[in-house]
């Protein structure tokens, strides 16, 4: 996986059911990333974010999902390490008519604040 | 155009933008609660329009735009 | 006139914007740098270019570009638009933050070697929430599409 134990770390994984987990993940201040985005001032790029929810629903399934689609996926507050060091990462999964595909939505909030909010279609095992 | 079918094509697009069944937008329904509207898919409404019809919606005209009414006009007026 | 025609003659393409002077345009750097050049912009239209190497900082195991990367890809397109738009002004380039992706499709992953050949289009403004739409190419393939809304702060 692209990020998982760089740019963030699980630190615990509720399984709600099948389709359905909470992953607490810490972020790591460390990162390469924050290098570039931006110097002397680390900010979560959105788009890590984004790969995250992918990583949490790939580690839900235990499959390859390949990002189809994002009908739309909200930005909603600033992310970065020292602001919210440990976020929950709301996956939530529904098989398409054909079971090709599964339409996700998700979530990354802590307590507080939600950060993102995503609606897509992630294809199985899809263009490897 | 026809005003009628500036409501119609209207009603078209808005519903298809933002999921929302035609029949809601009556003349006389608030926009922003109608299409629960907030900052930013107040330019996705800006943009629905300016694409459809070639009308630009200037940010200092939107408060004169607050019912489906006043947008049909805005739009009749603006074409 | 003469040295004006030599160098279009000897360069195919033109860049606006390439190497190092895409830093004045926009603010992310190594590892996250994911434009190459500015090609051309004229009026709400410009067009970037991304070569995709090994050590792209968005290319997984199998060695292929993460969706991710594209978005990002195009994202900072869009900056490296609007910063030509200011620094052609004697502005300085505004930071500008992603608020939302939209219908983004992703018809297929590019791999090393792929070079991306983007399309940004400026759309609608409110009270400092920018509609783009992007469009990225490897040769003629369309491998994706998106519509995405910028927030634009003034630093």
Known sequence: MLLKDKFYKVEQENILTPLHG?????LLPDAD???????????????????TIRECAEMLTGKKLF??????????????????PLLDVNVMLTPNADSSAYII?????DAETTYMELKGEFAINMNK | MTREEIIDQVKEVLAEEFEVEQD????????KDTLELDSLSLVDLVAVIEHTFKVKIPAADLPTVKTFAQLYDYIESHL | MVRGVFVFYYHTKIMLYQGEDIKKLIPQRDPIMMVDALVSAEGDVCQTELGVREDNFFIEEDQLLSEPGLIEHIAQ??????????????EPAPVGYIGEVKKF?????????????????????VNGITIITGETKVNDEVVADTQMKIFTADE
């Open chain 3, 77 to 90: 397109s869009a900056s490296a638009f609007a910063g030509y738009r200011c620094v052609v002004k004697g």
């Open chain 2, 24 to 31: 809601v937008m009556t003349d006389d329904a608030v926009i």
């Open chain 1, 22 to 26: 909470v992953y607490l993940i810490a």
């Open chain 3, 105 to 125: 499709h992703c018809y297929r992953r590019p791999a090393i070697g792929d070079v991306l050949s983007t399309t940004i289009t400026m759309g609608a403004e």
């Open chain 1, 67 to 84: 990002m189809k689609t994002i009908k739309q996926c909200r930005l909603t507050a600033v992310a970065t390490p020292q602001v919210c």
């Open chain 1, 105 to 109: 939505q998700a979530r990354i909030a």
């Open chain 1, 33 to 51: 990333v924050y290098r570039g985005h931006f110097p002397h001032k680390p900010v979560c790029p959105g788009v890590c974010n984004i790969e």
